[in-house]
C-alpha cells in the first residue's frame, strides 16, 4: 500500500538553529500538504502546493518557515532559526487533486520535533 | 474562531461496549466530514467520511451521523475494542477550492479491557 513518506522522525535542536524536514508524498499525489500539530490540539495547515505551485501558506511564519516543492513530488519544510514554542509534530499530507470535498488527505508518519 | 469542535478531550469506555466521539461545526457551508484517528507517535489515519446529502455512513464497526440543522456529527464504534484506543479527530474542508482540512481538538479514547 502507498504511504506518505517523512524523515526525520524525531528531531532535537537548540534553539536559534535551523532543521529541515523531509516528505515524499503518495506517487501521483498532485497536492501536498504540510501540518503542525501542538500537544492537544488538532492539526493546523502551514502550507499547501498544487503540483510545485504555493497554494495557501497563509499559516505560514514566513519569517522563520519555508517549504519547497521544487519538482512538484517531494518537499522539504525548513525552520531557521527555531524558537521553543515550535516544539511540535509536523506532519505531511497527500492527495490526489486537492479539489476539497470527496477525498482523503493521506498522512504521513509526522516529524516530532523538540526544540531546547 | 473555531470552526469545527470536539468538546469532550477523553471518553473511557468499557471493552465490548459502544463508544460516541461528537463534533460540532459552525459553518452550514462544509459539506464533507472526515474522521481520522491517530495512535501516539504516529500520523492520523483516515477511518470514515460522510457528504452532506447523507445523515449516516457505515463501515464495519464504525458509522458516523450527521445532523445539519444541529450542525452535529457523531462517530459510533460498536463494539469498542482496545485496540481502538487512540485520538479521534474529525475534520472538513474549510476551502473548497484547495481541500484545507480544518480539524477539532480530538478526543483521546481509551477502551479498558
Known amino acids: 500500500e502507498a504511504e506518505v513518506a517523512q524523515s526525520p522522525r524525531y528531531k532535537i535542536t537548540e534553539k536559534s538553529q535551523a532543521v529541515a524536514f523531509w516528505c515524499d508524498p503518495i506517487s501521483g499525489h498532485a497536492t501536498l500538504y504540510w501540518y503542525r500539530q501542538i500537544l492537544g490540539q488538532g492539526p493546523e495547515l502551514l502550507v499547501q502546493f498544487q503540483d510545485e505551485s504555493v497554494v495557501d501558506d497563509s499559516q505560514l511564519p514566513k519569517d522563520r518557515f519555508s517549504a519547497e516543492r521544487l519538482k512538484g513530488v517531494d518537499s522539504t519544510l525548513k525552520i531557521q532559526p527555531a524558537e521553543l514554542g515550535d516544539s511540535a509534530m509536523y506532519l505531511c499530507?497527500?492527495?490526489?487533486?486537492?479539489?476539497?470535498?470527496?477525498?482523503?488527505?493521506?498522512f504521513g508518519p509526522g516529524t516530532r520535533l523538540l526544540v531546547l | 474562531d473555531q470552526q469545527v469542535k470536539q468538546n469532550s478531550p477523553s471518553l473511557s469506555v468499557q471493552e465490548g461496549r459502544i463508544s460516541i466521539l461528537n463534533c460540532d461545526y459552525t459553518?452550514?457551508?462544509?459539506?464533507?466530514f472526515l474522521w481520522y484517528k491517530k495512535y501516539p507517535a504516529e500520523g492520523p489515519t483516515f477511518l470514515i467520511s460522510?457528504?452532506?446529502?447523507?445523515d449516516k455512513n457505515e463501515d464495519g464497526r464504525f458509522t458516523v451521523f450527521l445532523n445539519k440543522s444541529a450542525k452535529h456529527l457523531s462517530l459510533h464504534i460498536v463494539p469498542s475494542q482496545p485496540g481502538d484506543s487512540a485520538v479521534y479527530f474529525c475534520a472538513a474542508p474549510t476551502d473548497t477550492s484547495y481541500g484545507k482540512l480544518t480539524f477539532g481538538q480530538g478526543t483521546i479514547l481509551t477502551v479498558h479491557p
Open positions: 499530507a497527500s492527495s490526489l487533486l486537492g479539489t476539497g470535498g470527496g477525498e482523503t488527505q493521506y
Open positions: 460522510i457528504s452532506s446529502i447523507k
Open positions: 459553518n452550514s457551508m462544509f459539506d464533507y
